[in-house]
C-alpha cells in the first residue's frame, strides 16, 4: 500500500495497574511498533514509544499525540507535571511539540 494513505491503530497487548503496553498496528494487522507507559502513586508517568516504519511517522504522531493528552488528563489530572517522553522512529528521536508545529 505504499503510495496510499495508511490508517494505523493502537491494539492493547498487556496492561496492569501500574502501566500499559500497546501495539501500534496497520490495517493488514502487521505490528509497526508500539507504546507503552508507566506510572507511579506520586503522579510521575512515562510514556515510551518505538514506530519501525519511518514511512507512518506522521500517522504514528497523530493517533500517539492525541492518546497522551487522554493520559496527561487521566492520570496527572490538574497538576503542573509533565509525563517524561521518549517516543523514537528509526532510532531517531520523536519531539511531539515541535512535529506538531510543522504539521500546522
Do not use: C, T, W
Amino acid at each position: 500500500m505504499k503510495g496510499d494513505v495508511d490508517l494505523l491503530f493502537f491494539k492493547p497487548e498487556f496492561r496492569n495497574h501500574e502501566g500499559e503496553i500497546i501495539n501500534v498496528v496497520d490495517l493488514q494487522n502487521n505490528a509497526v511498533g508500539f507504546l507503552s507507559f508507566l506510572y507511579k502513586e506520586n503522579q510521575e508517568l512515562y510514556i515510551f514509544g518505538q514506530l519501525n516504519d519511518e514511512g507512518e511517522k506522521q500517522n504514528f504522531i497523530d493517533i500517539v499525540s492525541h492518546y497522551i493528552d487522554g493520559l496527561k488528563i487521566a492520570i496527572l489530572g490538574n497538576s503542573d507535571k509533565e509525563p517524561n517522553i521518549y517516543l523514537h522512529s528509526g532510532g531517531n528521536p520523536i519531539e511531539l511539540d515541535k512535529e506538531k508545529e510543522k504539521s500546522q
